[in-house]
């Protein structure tokens, strides 16, 4: 095995036994396709490259050599390796993905013109059926072409996935991998009884001010709902994240609505689940917010002064919950509760999350123990216990919280296709 493909499913087996042909084109951008490709690897991924001569001009074969564990295509020749990497044949790779796209290799692509290996890959994997991606990265005067877009245009008419580039600094930029990697992972999904449906995720901490500065909080990092919320599309679903404070970023396959309070996080859900802003109402809400549970009655409108600072007193009064209005405002949601309790024992931990789950006449709740250090808020990784209305007890090991929420995404759409 080549050195370089040691980090293979580093991260999560999602791509585990795919193979995915990464084809680049002569952008700038070529250099950040080599990062891609290693994160596709990470989750699983084999690597089959190919460069276009323009590509190859930019970085050399042998780095991409290097990154991928694999020689990169760069000439068709008589082994005729669009064929057989890209046709109908037993060494068909899963996925075409296009990255960095140029102006020039979309206008070919969407012509049905193949003069390159990028090229030719592509006009044969689309020709059998391949699933095919591109990522475009141009500067922004060549991708306001208006034929750039009218190839596009033509290429989601062929059932390509675009994964649209980044304005910024007057550049059309390749889109961030991780975002990548999300619509790989979507594409490649199975059929799930997720797909199509408008799932709204809350994640992160909420925040109650004391004053304009000063704040109640708690240390809920967010990475646990944005996980959810990027296996939830992967699933195939439409995402919506109601996001609070967290340490990661929203992820760009969600539409992400941000909220500070747990009024604000609460006022959020529920326009969600009628529908307000998208038309389209909730069928899924996965509550994973850690939402405070005391606000002031009001803030104080002025910094609180520091002067005086023998004893301060502060009434509170519960903050509204979220998941016990989720089912009254509209009983037909799934509704997917987590909770985090605290140094319980075993029992106690689930009977507690049990009576959660009635009260708020939850589908399914996910419940951990934030007293050990390894799992729960600032942890890259949880372990967690997921029970349902219907008495099932699923307990999921150890990992990252990026493999856990795989999972509970998969007990999720397994509950919604026996009771959905
Ligand atoms: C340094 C450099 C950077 C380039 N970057 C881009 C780019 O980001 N996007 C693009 O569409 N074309 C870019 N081009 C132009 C393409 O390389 C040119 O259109 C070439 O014919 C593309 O060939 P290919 O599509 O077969 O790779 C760049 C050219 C140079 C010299």
Known sequence: MHPSRDITSER????????????????????????????????GAAIVPVMSNAACRLVGPELVWWATGSEPIVTLGGATEHIAFAGRGPNRADLLLVCPATANTIGKIAGGIDDTSVTTFATTAIGSGMPT?????????????????????????????????????????LADPEHILDIVARRLHGRSPLAGKHIVVTAGRTVEYIDP???????????????????????????????????????????????????????????????????????VLIAAAAVGDWQMPEASQGKISTHDRERLELTLVPTPKIIDDAKRRRPEIVLFAFRA????????????????????????????????????????????TLLTRTGEETPIPLSTKEQVAEKLIAELARFVSKHG
Request: proline fraction near 4%; hydrophobic fraction near 45%.
């Open 133 to 173: 991606i591109v990522a475009p990265a141009m500067h922004e005067p060549m991708y306001a072409h208006p034929a750039v877009e009218r190839n596009i245009q033509s290429l989601i008419d062929m059932d390509v996935d675009i994964v649209r580039p980044r304005r910024e600094e007057d550049k059309a930029k």
């Open 213 to 283: 500065i000063r704040v109640l909080s708690n240390n809920s990092s967010g990475k646990m709902g944005v996980a959810m919320a990027r296996s939830a599309y992967r699933a195939g679903a439409d995402v919506t994240l109601i996001y609070g404070k967290g340490t990661v970023a929203p992820p760009d396959c969600a539409r992400t609505v941000r909220v500070d309070t747990a009024a604000q996080m609460h006022e959020a859900v529920i326009m969600e689940l009628d529908g307000v802003r998208t038309g389209r109402p909730t069928d």
């Open 341 to 384: 309790l605290h140094d319980l024992g075993e029992d106690e931990l689930l009977d507690n999350a049990r009576r959660r789950l009635t009260k708020a006449s939850a589908d399914l709740i996910a419940v951990n123990d934030t007293s050990d250090p390894a799992v729960g808020f600032e942890s890259d990784r949880n372990a967690l």
């Open 12 to 43: 999560s087996s999602l791509l585990e036994g795919r193979r995915i042909i990464v084809a680049m084109c002569g952008s700038v951008a070529v250099m950040r396709a080599l990062d891609v490709a290693r994160l596709l690897m990470r989750h």
